[in-house]
């Protein structure tokens, strides 16, 4: 809870049923003050004390145990306590307090405890408001630095059009064919140019191989590999082939030519198979 909530606010950090006032002399040194130098008739006044904290504020007041009445009070702000509150320099159970009116004037009052203990919860309840106050102003310091980085430095522009205003856009022909490398040249104009085959040059006209010619029709060897050929692949049956053939039938040859005698009858047969 930040100071500004906490202005309708008291906390009472402690009471202490009953201390001494004393009315001191003028201070002597500027070391200090003595409680060695205070007079028991300087004892002005009896009563409670009690240490409130207010906003950043921190406030002794001295008060009457019965009727609450004010009988004085000290105000300790920020960073000044040394010069509200001053320990004697020869006791820790008595102090220097530096009153107010509320008018400006101020005055300066011995304070004395009847117990060390008590003086020394005197002094940390002054300490935890410190703490406190810091704390305090430490953490409005990040929410304050938090909320300025989020402040969008740059102001509100208005992006919508005017009355009578309008918006041009150009969109470019998207390509009916062509994907790639392709249609990126036709957009852009370019020719591609198709990579040639080279082929090697034919060979020279004597490394060529010429398929042999045919026999004449006439060669016996040709006759020879032919009739070879045939009749691996196929015979034709023995009857077939004297029908056809008369020259194959010498007997019936034989009985046409004149008788002559024996001898002549081989020569006859003899050139008839020579031819």
């Given at each position: 809870m930040s100071f500004d909530e906490e202005e309708s606010f008291e906390h009472t950090l402690l009471v202490v049923r009953e201390v001494t006032v004393y009315k001191i002399p003028p201070r002597s040194t500027s070391g200090g003050y003595k409680c060695g130098e205070w007079l028991q008739s300087d004892k002005i006044w009896s009563g409670r004390l009690r240490v409130v904290s207010c906003k950043d504020r921190c406030e002794i007041r001295l008060e009457d145990p019965n009727s609450?009445?004010?009988?004085?009070?000290?105000?300790?702000?920020?960073?000044?306590?040394?010069?509200?509150?001053?320990?004697?320099?020869?006791?820790?159970?008595?102090?220097?307090?530096?009153?107010?009116?509320?008018?400006?004037?101020h005055a300066f009052i011995g304070l004395g405890f009847n117990e060390r203990n008590e003086a020394f919860d005197f002094n940390?309840?002054?300490?935890?408001h410190d703490k406190?106050?810091?704390r305090e102003n430490e953490k409005e310091a990040s929410e304050k630095n938090a909320t300025d980085s989020l402040i969008d430095i740059h102001p509100a522009v208005n992006h919508r059009l005017k009355e009578g205003e309008t918006i041009r856009i150009n969109i470019q022909p998207k390509p009916s064919s062509g994907t790639g490398m392709l249609s990126a040249a036709a957009l852009s104009g370019a020719v591609l140019k198709p990579n040639t085959l080279c082929l090697a040059p034919p060979p020279a006209g004597s490394g060529k191989i010429r398929s042999p010619l045919p026999p004449p029709p006439n060669d016996p060897a040709a006759a020879r590999m032919t009739s070879t050929s045939q009749g691996v692949g196929q015979r034709a049956p023995t009857e077939n082939t004297r029908q056809t053939d008369p020259?194959?039938?010498?007997?019936?040859?034989?009985?046409?030519?004149?008788?002559?005698?024996?001898?002549?009858?081989?020569?006859t047969a003899s050139g008839w198979a020579a031819f």
């Open positions: 609450a009445e004010l009988f004085a009070a000290c105000f300790i702000y920020p960073g000044q306590r040394e010069s509200s509150v001053e320990p004697a320099l020869d006791s820790s159970r008595y102090f220097v307090l530096k009153i107010e009116d509320g008018n400006g004037k940390v309840a002054l300490s935890d406190y106050v810091s020259l194959t039938n010498l007997s019936q040859l034989e009985r046409n030519l004149p008788a002559s005698g024996s001898g002549s009858r081989k020569t």
